[in-house]
């Protein structure tokens, strides 16, 4: 085996690029006949070739060329094999070595190229892949969180948690924006409200966090586990970017008892996080335009207002 990796290191880690060569005649998944130990020993070749290779982590873009043998085309098939059970055979085999700790397993490639060309040279025939991440995360070390409220603002965030990078703006569809959470001092914080309407979307920033900040951040939420009192708490959801891939994240959501059937109005200074940080993460006008029209009161605790206003001017 052929196999070329390079790096690129981001704040979430290192990104491995990979490309790699698996020698010799590619089967279908499903070849029958006097050629069916050729077609099991292929697989084999697969998983050897790639058992040492990198995990794929997340979402990626694959491209494979097949160099076929000769003997591939013929009068019957005169543009070599079908693509479709030679990339079957592949992707199940790939399932057991570099995507084999990626959720959904080949269900992570979110764009496929595939090409076949006859082999000139019996030793060129084989099959050449390319594996390029379109974002890598360390879940060992790393999660992604979608911030639809206040910490769509990144000093507000960045003042709670230390180790954020931004990820890209998306949306949680079938939810709906509220202001109808509960403060104690009785004005309202964002809130999302599940519609189950496609029509309903929520767009946010994901962010991407260490996850020894996960506990400053439920303490900002006020998440407490296993206690009746939280004002929040965690709930995963699939989330889309601007170009229709999809994220796996973490939210937060009211809990029950601590939310209004009506919207409150909210602080100036809360205000100033959620237009700012979605005008400053370049969110759809629509949605900026929603929040614009928010009830806004003022906060008679000075102090409290001067402190969130001086972190809701920072921006960077």
């Not at 309202?188 to 946010?204: C, P, T």
Request: with cysteine.
């Amino acid at each position: 085996m052929i196999a070329n990796l390079y790096m690129i290191t981001t704040k979430s880690g290192p990104e491995v690029h990979m490309e790699f060569f698996i020698p010799g005649p590619p089967y279908p998944k499903h070849k029958v006949g006097n050629r069916k130990d050729e077609a099991e020993k292929w697989s084999g070749s697969i998983i050897l070739c790639t058992k040492d290779l990198p995990k794929v982590r997340g979402p990626c873009v694959m491209r494979i060329d097949y160099q076929l043998p000769p003997d591939r085309f013929t009068l019957g098939s005169p543009y070599g094999s079908d693509l479709d059970n030679l990339t079957k055979r592949l992707l199940d085999s790939l399932s057991s070595t570099i995507l084999e700790d990626v959720d959904s397993k080949d269900g992570c490639i979110c764009k496929i190229e595939i090409g076949k060309i006859a082999a000139s040279d019996p030793e060129t025939i084989g099959t050449r892949v390319a594996v390029e991440p379109i974002y890598e995360l360390d879940k060992n070390e790393r999660f992604l969180y979608f911030a639809y409220g206040s910490n769509m603002h990144y000093a507000r965030l960045e003042d709670r948690v230390k180790s954020l990078e931004k990820m890209c703006v998306a949306y949680l569809p079938g939810y709906r924006l509220r202001t109808n959470k509960q403060s104690d001092d009785g004005s309202g914080k964002a809130n999302i409200e599940q519609s189950r309407l496609n029509s309903d979307v929520v767009w946010g920033v994901v962010w991407s966090i260490t996850k020894s900040d996960r506990c400053k951040l439920d303490k900002a939420e006020g998440y407490y586990e296993n206690r009746h009192n939280s004002h929040y708490k965690p709930i995963g959801v699939i989330v889309f970017d601007e170009d229709g891939l999809s994220w796996k994240a973490l939210t937060y959501i009211a809990c029950e008892g601590r939310t209004s059937s009506a919207d409150l109005p909210i602080y100036n200074w809360y205000y100033q996080y959620l237009i700012r940080g979605a005008s400053g993460n370049n969110l759809p006008l629509k949605s900026q335009a929603m929040i614009s029209r928010f009830q806004k009161i003022e906060d008679l605790d000075i102090q409290r207002n001067n402190e969130n206003m001086k972190i809701a001017d920072i921006w960077p």
